[in-house]
């Protein structure tokens, strides 16, 4: 395959993906200096205010993709979006794996953890990257409803045909090689309209479909000189309606909503998935559409649609209805 730069934005660039994902999420200092922040429309707000947008989609698209690795128990970062001048994707390192799990996976039940019903996923400070220049700590809880649940899916490759599965954290961190870091946690706040956020996420387990509703998430961001970056609360306003499997090429979202308040510039976008799909291989929705309505410091519409072919590529019409395609760098 020929490599070639990827495309630039002409209007904004989305780097949303990949948390609803997630993760999370600052971009890649060899891919992006600016930790992926570019724009999605006008605001009243100063312009370089306005560049957060991308950001706000991130954490949308993020939240739900970091979710869905850990409930299918594939692996997290598995795959990055082509490095700059290249269109391979390029596998991140193994400790980023299955292996974060605790039980293991495969083990025959979870007795001996919290409750008998709790599995761990710990980052250790593992590294991922094209380059390991993201570096990933913390863990995340993944409480089950049922001693039962968690045993079936601790020990088989199926997912639990019924019951639920809350996943928490309280310092989860990424940071790049220049010092951007992006941290995520589970835990109570209040945003900018002075609402209560918090809680996780939970998966609910049926036989055919599955359920993912964001209680609450809060995504801060922290520049490499120390100062504040973005500051969100996530949190679904309709519940996200899962199919299928990354690992099989069939994982779907067919729809749903997910509500990101920026609190530092007090506007909130509401992200509708509509058939958003993913390949085996890439990290990034391959296929399928995301429509943004903002209300608040910032208004208007703008969608996203994955069907163009390449990993980690998406066509954009922002707020202004112009039209552009991005290519994404980082995803959770």
């Not at 019903?117 to 089950?144: D, H």
Request: net charge neutral.
């Amino acid at each position: 395959m020929k490599a070639q730069n990827p495309p630039r934005a002409g209007g904004f660039f989305l780097t949303a993906v990949f948390l609803l994902l997630p993760l999370a999420l600052s971009s890649y200092s060899s891919c992006a200096p600016n930790d992926g922040q570019t724009m999605l429309g006008s605001s009243s707000s100063s312009s370089s205010d306005s560049t957060e947008l991308d950001a706000t989609v991130e954490s949308a698209v993020g939240a739900a993709n970091s979710a869905l690795n850990d409930a299918e128990k594939v692996s997290s970062y598995a795959f990055s979006a082509p490095s700059r001048g290249s269109l391979i994707e390029s596998a991140y390192a193994a400790g980023c794996g299955t292996s974060r799990f605790s039980p293991a996976i495969g083990t025959a039940n979870c007795a001996g953890t919290e409750n008998d019903r709790t599995v761990t996923a710990s980052f250790a400070g593992c590294t991922a990257g094209p380059g390991n220049e993201v570096t990933l700590t913390g863990a995340v809880t993944l409480a089950f409803d049922s001693a039962a649940t968690c045993n079936t899916w601790i020990s088989g490759s199926a997912f639990p045909g019924s019951g639920s599965v809350t996943r928490t954290m309280s310092s989860f961190a990424r940071q790049n090689a220049s010092g951007i870091k992006v941290t995520t946690d589970s835990n109570t706040h209040v945003n900018y309209l002075s609402e209560s956020v918090g809680g996780g996420v939970v998966t609910t387990f049926g036989v055919s479909n599955r359920t993912i509703q964001i209680s609450g998430l809060h995504r801060a961001r922290t520049l490499a000189d120390g100062s504040a970056g973005f500051d969100h609360s996530v949190r679904t306003t309709e519940a996200l309606l899962v199919s299928g499997t990354k690992a099989g090429g069939t994982r779907k979202i067919a729809s749903g909503a997910v509500r990101v308040d920026h609190n530092k510039l007090n506007y909130s976008a509401t992200t509708s998935f509509s058939n958003v799909t993913w390949s085996s291989t890439c990290c990034y929705p391959t296929g399928g559409t995301l429509t943004l309505l903002l209300s608040g410091s910032l208004s208007g519409a703008a969608t996203a649609n994955f069907n163009t072919g390449t990993c980690g590529r998406v066509s954009v019409i922002d707020v202004k209805g112009k039209a552009s395609e991005a290519q994404l760098f980082s995803c959770e």
